[in-house]
C-alpha cells in the first residue's frame, strides 16, 4: 500500500511540473470550469491568483486528502467523493463569497441612495455627490462605488460606470440603477427625487424578502438537515462498522443501493429547494 502510495505521489508531483510548463492558452483549456472562471471570481472579490497556482494547490490538496484516506483505510468511493469535493471547492467557495457579497451591496443600496440623493437636493454637483457618497460607505459597497468613480473620473458616462457595477453583480437593484442614470442623462429630471423613490422602493423589497427568508428558514433547514445525514452516518459507520460497509461498497447490490440513495438524495434537494423559494 505505501510502495503504490508512493507512486501515486510522484506520479501526480511529476504532473503537476509537467502542467506547470505547459503554455497558458494549453492550460486554460484543460482547466477552465476549475481554475479560470474561479479566477475570474477572485478578481470580483479583488482577490487576485493566477488559474495555474488555483489548480496547483487544488490537485496537491486533492492528493494529500487522498493520501491520508488511503492510508486510514477509507472505501475508495468516499476516497473519490472527497477528492471530487476537495477539487471543486474552490469554485463552490468563490460562488459562495459572490453570492454573500452580492447579497451585502444590494443591503446596502438603498441608503446609499438616499444619502445620494440628499448631496444632490443639497445643490452639489454628481462629481461631488459620488465623491462623497464613496468616502462615506463602508465595504463591499464603498469598494464597487470607489471603482465606479475611478472610471467617472476618466471620462466614462455615470450611468455607463455603472452599468459595469451592474454586469459584474448581475442583479436588478443596479440595474433599475442604471436604467435611471441613463433616463436621466439623455431625457434629465428632478435625479434626487427619484434617488429617493428608488431608494424607498429597494428598502421595501429588501423588508419582503427579509420576512420570506424568515417564513421558509425551516423548511431550507429541513432540506439541508436531511441532506447530509445519509453522508455523515454513511461516514461514521465507515469507522464503526468496515466490514459491513466493505460490501455496501464492493457488491451489485451495494452499488445499487448507492445509485438509488443518490438518486433519492437529488431528488429530495430538488424538491425542497422548489418548496421553499419564492419569487419576490
Not at 502542467?19 to 481554475?35: D, N
Not at 492510508?71 to 460562488?95: K, N
Not at 443600496?109 to 462615506?136: E, F, H, I, N, Y
Amino acid at each position: 500500500m505505501l510502495t503504490i502510495l508512493c507512486c501515486v505521489l510522484i506520479g501526480v508531483t511529476c504532473l503537476l511540473l509537467w502542467a506547470a510548463r505547459l503554455s497558458a492558452p494549453a492550460w486554460r483549456h484543460g482547466a477552465v470550469w476549475i481554475a479560470e472562471g474561479t479566477e475570474a471570481d477572485l478578481a470580483q472579490l479583488f482577490m487576485f491568483i493566477s488559474s495555474r497556482q488555483l489548480l496547483r494547490y487544488t490537485v496537491a490538496a486533492a492528493v494529500l486528502i487522498a493520501s491520508v484516506c488511503l492510508y486510514m483505510h477509507v472505501p475508495l468511493p468516499l476516497v473519490v467523493l472527497l477528492c471530487t469535493l476537495v477539487l471543486a471547492a474552490p469554485r463552490l467557495g468563490t460562488t459562495v463569497l459572490l453570492q454573500k457579497r452580492r447579497k451585502q451591496v444590494i443591503a446596502q443600496l438603498p441608503d446609499a441612495l438616499q444619502l445620494w440623493g440628499g448631496l444632490l437636493r443639497s445643490g452639489q454637483g454628481m462629481m461631488s455627490a459620488v465623491s462623497q457618497l464613496t468616502s462615506r460607505q463602508p465595504d463591499p459597497l464603498g469598494a464597487e462605488l470607489r471603482l465606479v468613480l475611478s472610471e467617472y473620473r476618466l471620462g466614462v458616462p455615470i450611468d455607463r460606470a455603472m452599468h459595469s457595477l451592474q454586469a459584474r453583480f448581475g442583479t436588478s437593484d443596479l440595474r433599475m440603477l442604471s436604467t435611471l442614470l441613463r433616463a436621466h442623462r439623455e431625457l434629465g429630471g428632478n435625479l434626487a427625487e427619484a434617488m429617493e423613490r428608488l431608494a424607498a422602493t429597494l428598502r421595501s423589497r429588501l423588508a419582503m424578502e427579509a420576512r420570506v427568508q424568515s417564513l421558509t428558514a425551516q423548511g431550507r433547514l429541513q432540506g439541508v438537515v436531511v441532506g447530509l445525514l445519509p453522508i455523515l452516518l454513511a461516514f461514521v459507520l465507515c469507522f464503526m462498522e468496515p466490514a459491513a460497509m466493505r460490501a455496501l461498497f464492493s457488491t451489485p447490490p451495494g452499488l445499487a443501493c448507492i445509485a438509488a440513495i443518490f438518486a433519492l438524495e437529488t431528488t429530495g434537494f430538488v424538491l425542497i429547494r422548489r418548496i421553499v423559494r419564492i419569487d419576490t
